[in-house]
């Protein structure tokens, strides 16, 4: 399983069990909260209807008679209300006194007139003068038949401003008249909590695959490094994402210095050794012989493997240069076309020598951003490489032109082509085929020179045998750079 989309189940399993809980939590709390206030709702109108019902003076009687016809009257009374999506036709309340003993004088439904209801808890606890109230199942055989009761005292006063509690007043609503409420209620936050688990998933899903792509970058550039590609460090744009990749690019620059100089130093000892050999065995030869002509032949050779010592630090100072210099300094826009005329015009002699015909078809390109000097070297490189394993009286052509968006420079020869020994093996340091018409070798430092050269310009170089004979060298320039 990708990383991503275990960041994203482990995330959306995280979230979807907090909005289950939390809005389950919410729903527990709403029903109760309903019946609070359908009770606080009875409070007040048992109070007030308890008022309405409280005798005139302490000889008199409960006032039943004002009750009855309000009571009857509402109760009758059609009501076209909708209260949060839920329509109410009419008054939903029973409605009963009891006198001083708990036994019902009035009752609304005409059902339990007479009855003693001074053990129920809301005229119980009120005659004591405490808080009454009480939910009842009236029918044992629905569950739904709870009613919520609440019962306020019914006082009267005498002439010295004293109350006296002489009664009861209850009212009462069915619990289950508080269910339309909640289950709208329910609804609505079970849908909003479908749409937020959604959002929440969308978000997931993005950040998921934000940190997989900028991780997987990080992965890539891993990779690479470990196959010794010089890559630049990635962009990503989370802060610690991005300090982990500077940590990364500080710890390959570390251990590349370190390869650079083992390998280096490794190497350069190694193409070394035979100039020395030859020197030590020329310089120890030279002062025992006594012919003229091989003191001559020792004084050439220690002369030649001096030079071919100096080309080879030279270049392997210049290449270290490069390869540590990441990009260009002062970077100037360069006409191509020009810098092709100029080498080879410089290399004409080479040419005629060795009777090679050169070919050259400059299309007109965009001028391109770069070094002068190191654009420079890398075409002659490639041209001597050329004319180094060219045949005489063959051909050397060089094409400059835009293709697929890019600017493509080609150099084709006509010589033996490369190895299928030595095609992985080219653009290593040091490493170097015989020239066929002596079996010389150069430093093996020239064509790791244009590979660092057209990476500083953005560029790629790549080398293929030709199907007739021959290389084919490209160097490849991005149209915009």
């Given at each position: 399983m990708k990383f991503g989309l275990k960041l994203f189940l482990g995330y959306f399993a995280i979230l979807g069990l907090g909005i289950y809980f939390f809005l389950n939590s919410m729903l527990l709390e709403i029903k109760p909260g309903l019946r609070q206030s359908m009770e606080t709702a009875l409070i007040d109108t048992a109070n007030l209807l308890a008022e309405l019902v409280a005798p005139k003076s302490s000889d008199s009687a409960i006032q039943i008679?004002?009750?009855?016809?309000?009571?009857?009257?509402?109760?009758?009374?059609?009501?076209?209300?909708?209260?949060?999506?839920?329509?109410?036709?009419?008054?939903?309340?029973r409605i009963y006194v009891t006198n001083a003993k708990g036994r019902v004088i009035y009752d609304s439904a005409d059902r339990d007139l007479g009855a003693d209801f001074s053990k129920w808890n809301d005229v119980y606890l009120t005659l004591k003068g405490k808080y009454g109230a009480r939910s009842t199942q009236e029918d044992k055989q629905d569950r739904f038949s709870s009613v919520m009761y609440i019962g306020a005292p019914i006082y009267t006063t005498n002439n010295s401003g004293h109350q006296s509690l002489v009664g009861v007043l209850s009212v009462g609503k069915s619990n289950i008249s508080v269910d339309p409420f909640w289950q709208v209620a329910r609804d609505n936050i079970r849908s909003k909590g479908l749409w937020l688990l959604l959002a929440s998933a969308l978000a997931g899903a993005l950040l998921a695959t934000w940190l997989s792509l900028n991780i997987h970058r990080l992965v890539e550039y891993a990779n690479?490094?470990?196959?010794?590609?010089?890559?630049?460090?990635?962009?990503?744009?989370?802060?610690?994402?991005?300090?982990?990749?500077?940590?990364?690019?500080?710890?390959?620059?570390?251990?590349?210095?370190?390869?650079?100089?083992?390998?280096?130093?490794?190497?350069?000892?190694?193409?070394?050794?035979?100039?020395?050999?030859?020197?030590?065995?020329?310089?120890?030869?030279?002062?025992?012989?006594?012919?003229?002509?091989?003191r001559d032949q020792l004084a050439t050779n220690i002369s030649q493997q001096t030079e071919r010592l100096q080309a080879l630090v030279d270049q392997v100072l210049a290449l270290a240069r490069l390869e540590n210099l990441g990009q260009l300094s002062n970077p100037c826009q360069l006409n191509l076309s020009q810098i092709i005329e100029d080498e080879s015009t410089q290399l004409k002699i080479r040419f005629d020598q060795k009777g090679i015909e050169l070919q050259t078809n400059l299309e007109p390109v965009n001028s391109i951003s770069g070094d002068r000097l190191l654009l420079s070297q890398a075409i002659r490189n490639l041209l001597e490489n050329a004319l180094d394993f060219s045949p005489h009286g063959s051909l050397i052509q060089i094409q400059l032109r835009t293709i697929n968006h890019r600017i493509e420079l080609t150099i084709e020869d006509q010589g033996s082509g490369i190895p299928s020994y030595a095609e992985d093996k080219i653009w290593q340091r040091f490493y170097s085929l015989p020239r066929p018409e002596n079996g010389q070798k150069s430093t093996g430092l020239g064509l790791s020179f244009v590979q660092q050269i057209a990476q500083l310009h953005q560029a790629s170089v790549t080398l293929t045998n030709r199907k007739n004979g021959g290389v084919k060298a490209t160097i490849t320039f991005p149209l915009n750079h």
């Open positions: 008679d004002r009750l009855k016809p309000a009571v009857k009257n509402t109760l009758a009374r059609p009501i076209n209300a909708t209260i949060w999506s839920h329509k109410q036709a009419g008054t939903e309340l690479k490094i470990s196959r010794g590609q010089n890559v630049k460090t990635p962009k990503v744009n989370d802060p610690d994402l991005s300090k982990l990749a500077t940590a990364m690019e500080e710890m390959r620059a570390a251990l590349d210095g370190k390869e650079y100089v083992e390998e280096y130093t490794l190497t350069l000892t190694h193409e070394m050794k035979s100039p020395l050999t030859t020197l030590k065995g020329a310089a120890e030869l030279i002062g025992l012989a006594e012919d003229p002509t091989i």
